[in-house]
């Protein structure tokens, strides 16, 4: 079994900054991409920010220039440091995982955290 457990959520006013994390736990065989997606009301999932495992980066560009992903591959921990929050940050933060269990090692599946609630008040 793989579990994916965010933390850092939270009520924050406008212009605040607020740290998630994101740890992956499990019967982990590889851990390739990571990433952040969120939610908003009455709107579809999007993506926030990703990372692979070497380190590469990839933004949305609602996003590019405040917020920053970042990963510990010992920890298999990633993070999302936002920073300059706006009202319309707020939604569900979801993390994500590509990775291959011990069970299927070659073959990646996409493993979801059940989501954090980042709230920016203006």
């Known amino acids: 079994q793989v579990q994916l457990v965010e933390s850092g959520g939270g009520l924050v006013q406008a212009g605040g900054s607020l740290r998630l994390s994101c740890a992956a736990s499990?019967?982990?065989?590889?851990?390739?991409?990571m990433g952040w997606y969120r939610q908003a009301p009455g709107k579809q999932r999007e993506l926030v920010a990703s990372?692979?495992?070497?380190?590469?980066?990839n933004y949305a560009d609602s996003v590019k220039g405040r917020f920053t992903i970042s990963r510990d591959n010992a920890k298999n921990t990633v993070y999302l440091q936002m920073n300059s929050l706006k009202a319309e940050d707020t939604a569900v933060y979801y993390c994500?995982?590509?990775?291959?269990?011990?069970?299927?090692?070659?073959?990646?599946?996409?493993?979801w955290g059940h989501g954090t609630q980042v709230t920016v008040s203006s």
């Open positions: 994500s995982a590509r990775l291959a269990t011990m069970r299927s090692i070659f073959n990646d599946a996409d493993y």
């Open positions: 499990g019967s982990i065989f590889s851990l390739n991409a």
């Open positions: 990372i692979t495992n070497s380190g590469s980066t």
